[in-house]
Nanobody, 123 residues
């Protein structure tokens, strides 16, 4: 069965950095686009970033452009989110999600989602 396991979250000061990882199993990872989404306290799910199956195409929500970088390692079935210059408003549970197809996009349509990792940005 499909499993997506996130790691790398934690408490970080404003301006700091974190690198989130997602370990994928149970499907042919290199065939599917992947996403990072987040849910802040008391808010709905927000799409953050997408990467196509081959890693060539990436998309970001405007609020993280220039600060976050999505990447993937198809050989090891890993998805990453490098987060720099973190702000308090980045505080959320971050999830990796599997798309239905190989193409990255900006729409909230995911076949599977992991259990999430907490990111807290606070001084």
């Amino acid at each position: 069965q499909v499993q997506l396991v996130e790691s790398g979250g934690g408490l970080v000061q404003p301006g700091g950095s974190l690198r989130l990882s997602c370990t994928a199993s149970g499907f042919i990872f290199r065939n599917y686009a992947m996403s990072w989404v987040r849910q802040a306290p008391g808010k709905g799910l927000e799409w953050v970033s997408d990467i196509s199956n081959g890693g060539v195409t990436t998309y970001y929500v405007d609020s993280v452009k220039g600060r976050f970088t999505i990447s993937r390692d198809n050989a090891n079935k890993m998805l990453y989110l490098q987060m720099n210059m973190l702000k308090a408003e980045d505080t959320a549970v971050y999830y990796c999600a599997k798309r239905y197809t190989a193409a990255a996009n900006v729409y909230p349509s995911y076949e599977y989602r992991g259990q999430g990792t907490q990111v807290t940005v606070s001084s």
